[in-house]
């Protein structure tokens, strides 16, 4: 039985640009700094899907090889982005973005 046989790329290109504009819209109206990069993280993961989606539907490895380079980037930058805010929490007591005018000189 081929329960998703009629599931074509054009599903999987409307999801991914639908996670990547819920992404978009988290970075450009939040202030809070964590779910700002679970929204960048949410908009990679939109990419992901759709370089998955055009290498089955070329049938190439192309896509998936370099989904693992993004996700290596992703890993990297939620360290450094996870670092940076426990710094600003340690100092200012708040995840709040907008607060980051006070570390200006």
Do not use: P
Request: hydrophobic share 60%; net charge positive; with cysteine.
């Amino acid at each position: 039985m081929q329960l998703f046989h009629n599931i074509t790329v054009n599903h999987y290109l409307v999801l991914s640009s639908v996670l990547f504009g819920l992404g978009a819209f988290g970075v450009l109206f939040r202030r809070n700094a964590i779910i700002m990069f679970m929204c960048i993280e949410l908009m990679l993961n939109a990419v992901n899907l759709t370089l998955v989606a055009f290498s089955k539907m070329w049938n190439h490895t192309d896509g998936q090889v370099f989904v693992f380079f993004i996700m290596v980037v992703a890993a990297a930058e939620v360290a450094v982005g996870l670092a940076i805010l426990m710094m600003l929490y340690r100092n200012l007591h708040t995840t709040d973005t907008t607060v980051l005018n006070k570390l200006k000189f």
